[in-house]
């Protein structure tokens, strides 16, 4: 394996290509994590949406890796950058790709609200607030879709030949859509694009059917529980969001 090639650096991964494969290598990552991660994908497969397929989970220099086909092409991150002019198009690509992915069923999937009711438990929240949290969780309908749990430009990878695959799958759950819809709306606003958050939103709800209201409802719980992670600028970010209890 030669690993002098890097493609990407992120929190405790660093992620290589080896020729016609991707290798992501975890530093201090716990091992069900990785496991978990790879299994997720690999469920993942067994649908007809465009991913990179799993090769095998291995260790590097003591290090635990997960190696995968490695897709040659531009996110959709990078092109929306480089031809803003395209933006538009880019994004309803986007938010195409997005119901895609929401139209799948995948049972063996944890479900989205067991994992939310677990983060925003561990959530720095008011007494309060959590269990106010928690109890329009309980409320929300309870759905089966695949939800990406990341869906964002940059882990989507338009390829030579024009298709689009989707990766990074370590966040998929199943359960609503329009949870999966509040994060990539806060990941817009986290990545500095209010504008972009807005446009997004409003594809999303005109494509789907889905009242935007019923959204803005998802947008506390899911900040709550993605609140636990991330740096402290993105924690105090989210923290206001989850304290909107009654979105506005």
């Known amino acids: 394996m030669k690993l002098d090639r890097v493609v990407a650096v992120r929190t405790q991964k660093t992620i ?3 020729g016609d494969r991707c290798v992501k290598v975890f530093t201090d990552f716990p ?3 990785v496991f978990n991660e790879a299994l997720n994908q690999a469920r993942i497969e067994t649908t007809d949406l465009h991913i990179p397929r799993i090769l095998e989970v291995t260790q590097v220099e003591g290090k635990w890796a997960i190696v995968s086909e490695f897709i040659q092409g531009k996110t959709l991150s990078h092109l929306m950058r480089d031809n803003p002019e395209k933006k538009e198009e880019y994004l309803r690509m986007f938010v195409d790709l997005q119901m895609t992915v929401l139209s799948k069923t995948c049972p063996m999937l944890n479900r989205l609200t067991d994992k939310m009711r677990r983060k925003i438990n561990q959530a720095d929240l008011d007494a309060t607030t959590r269990y106010d949290l928690l109890a329009r969780l309980e409320g929300m309908p309870k759905h089966t ?3 990406h749990g990341d869906f964002w430009p940059s882990n989507i990878i338009i390829s030579e030949d024009g298709t689009p695959y989707i990766i990074d799958w ?3 759950t199943q359960g609503n859509a329009s949870a999966d819809a509040a994060r990539t709306y ?4 986290l990545n500095g694009d209010s504008e972009g958050a807005n446009a997004y939103l409003k594809l999303f709800c005109e494509k789907s059917g889905t009242p935007l209201s019923y959204v803005q409802k998802w947008m506390p719980i899911v900040a709550a ?3 636990v992670k991330g740096n402290a600028r993105e924690r105090e970010f989210l923290l206001n969001w989850a304290n909107v209890v009654e979105y506005h």
Do not use: N, P, T
Request: with cysteine; net charge neutral.
């Open 16 to 18: 290589y290509r080896d």
């Open 31 to 33: 091992k069900e994590d």
């Open 145 to 147: 879709k695949v939800c």
């Open 170 to 172: 370590s966040h998929v």
């Open 186 to 189: 806060l990941l817009f606003w």
């Open 225 to 227: 529980s993605q609140s």
